[in-house]
């Protein structure tokens, strides 16, 4: 078995954040759109503001989340984006009722670089609101 070594700075400072929607908000129709996480379940070592994560060290992360829908839709999907730009997304859904598009991913972020959950849908439709359907969070998996 391999022992590894825990450090204080494991110990410590953990980065770590949950966060979900809890009010309502529609897509845009046929546009990207910022999902406006408006409930924090946690947010340890503060750097969640706004629905934005901002690197506070340079590190891989690891970031999973949620966006939900009940409608009748041809296109619908979530991205991540990093520093503004769309990063990586989750899975493309055409649907009729509830849906969700999770994308989950890790990156490689610099202090100071920021990570945000977008949506996109062909029309303006409800987001689905709550801790179990429309979510963002993420970690500090190590530092480099």
Not at 39 to 68: H, K, L, M, Q, W
Not at 110 to 139: H, K, P, Q
Request: charged share 15%; glycine share 10%.
């Amino acid at each position: 078995m391999v022992k590894q070594r825990i450090t204080d700075r494991q110990i410590n400072t953990p980065i770590a954040f949950s966060a979900y929607r809890a009010a309502a908000q529609n897509t845009g129709a046929a546009v990207w759109a910022k999902v406006a996480f408006d409930t924090e379940e946690y947010d340890i070592g503060s750097n969640f503001a706004s629905g934005t994560f901002t690197a506070p060290v340079t590190g891989v992360y690891f970031f999973s989340g949620s966006v939900s829908h009940n409608s009748t839709l041809t296109t619908f999907l979530a991205a991540f984006y990093k520093n503004g730009v769309e990063y990586k997304r989750g899975n493309k859904l055409g649907s009729s009722g509830q849906a969700s598009s999770t994308p989950t991913s890790s990156m490689l972020l610099t202090a100071g670089d920021t990570v945000e959950l977008w949506c996109y849908s062909n029309s303006a439709v409800a987001m689905e609101v709550g801790i179990s359907t429309t979510f963002f969070n993420g970690f500090l998996k190590g530092t480099t």
